[in-house]
């Protein structure tokens, strides 16, 4: 698993926080989420909390950098994970234009790497 140091995003790279090859491959997501989560991730897999039903994954990382900062990132580190899937085309995903979503928690992407957000991070 490849730990990815922070890129500071800006307009000049598209806010994404991640390696090219990364962001271009199709069957990789993104999943932003606070940093005290790490282990549990690592450890036991993704999993959903009452009210969701199910994980969301972003195709690009720019959109889970967003998601996490303007819900945590003014008090709290965060991380966003790169996930690969097998595919995309199986029952318990459902695929969005920004998104998909995995309704069957059996299903676990392979995490090939995340990157550690700085709760003072800034977008410049």
Same mark, same amino acid.
């Given at each position: 698993?490849? @730990?990815? #140091?922070?890129?500071? +995003? *800006? #307009? ?13 491959? +199709? ?11 790490? #282990?549990? @991730? ?33 008090? #709290? ?18 695929? *969005? ?18 990157? @550690? @957000? ?7």
């Amino acid at each position: 698993m490849n @730990i990815y #140091e922070f890129p500071c +995003p *800006n #307009e000049e790279n598209g806010y994404k926080i991640f390696p090219k090859i990364v962001e271009d491959d +199709p069957l990789v997501h993104f999943h932003g989420t606070s940093l005290k989560n790490l #282990e549990s @991730i690592i450890s036991g897999g993704f999993k959903s909390f009452p009210p969701l039903s199910s994980v969301s994954y972003a195709k690009q990382s720019n959109y889970s950098l967003s998601h996490w900062y303007s819900k945590r990132g003014a008090t #709290e580190d965060g991380v966003v994970f790169a996930v690969r899937f097998e595919t995309l085309a199986t029952p318990g995903i459902k695929e *969005n234009n920004l998104d998909i979503h995995v309704y069957d928690l059996k299903i676990q992407p392979d995490i090939i790497g995340y990157c @550690i @957000i700085p709760y003072k991070f800034v977008y410049k």
